[in-house]
């Protein structure tokens, strides 16, 4: 119930938005990279500075957020991936546990143009997020345009735009998750896993209403790899059907996630 009126309130105030929630906003786009198809690979980052003492969220919001979006309006032969969203941390907003970011942060995006795409057309996109401070959440809504061929001119840009991409979190494969639910608690068996040191890696849910927020994940060695026992999502409905976790390991790794799916 907490959840249902706090989202209440917010999407009241979501309707009314019209720009900046407490946050900076630029879209940097690197230099165009053709691939072997003929068409052209964008690399670009969307960098969002927060106002201090406020916070954005990550994927997973948790119990009391809403992720950033970025909806596009893209001309014929041009295609835009999905939001890569960096490492998050834990945060409260009031009493509720939620995953996100403070200060600057930096989501990568790819832009795809066929080969008989003009590198001066321009495309528009929609961004919508949610800042919120001890006390209170604002909405921002702001649209983003940009042609094709206006790469940043700034080296430290360019550098941090290639360095943005390199550090989004990979899959790994080589890693086995399994999952079972016994009551409200939720099972979570890792093999493959031998020579990551997961006593000193951090855990965060990308699956959203799966696993409670407030808890981090505490792994144990067992025979066969490692066990961690979590409490499941108090909105979670019906079983488990999959889930999807980010791995944090110590430095110098990229961090790497893992995907179950019910059979």
Known sequence: MKLLIMMMSILGGWLAAEE???????????KAQAQADGSRMIPAVLSMHYEKGWHGYWVN?????????LRWQLPTGVEVSELMFPVPHRAMTGGLSCYGYEGEVLMALEIRAQ???????????????????????????LRLVAKLAESVDDVSKEQKILATHRSMPQPAP???LMVREEKNEVILNLEGADDWALEGSEFFPL?????????????????????????KNEYAEGPLTELKLLIVPPQPRVARWIEWKKS
Do not use: N
Not at 20 to 28: D, K, N
Not at 125 to 141: I, M
Not at 219 to 225: D, E, I, P
């Open 115 to 141: 080969a008989s795409v003009d590198l001066q057309t321009e495309i528009s996109g929609e961004l919508r997020w949610l800042a919120c401070d001890e006390k209170s959440c604002v909405p921002g809504k």
């Open 20 to 30: 900046s929630g407490h946050a900076r906003v630029e879209l940097w786009l690197g």
């Open 61 to 69: 919001p948790g119990e009391g957020g809403v992720k950033t979006t």
């Open 174 to 176: 080589e890693l086995r």
């Open 207 to 231: 699956t959203e209403q799966a696993l409670d927020p407030k808890q981090a994940l505490r792994w144990s060695k067992t025979a066969t790899g490692y066990e961690a026992k979590a409490i």
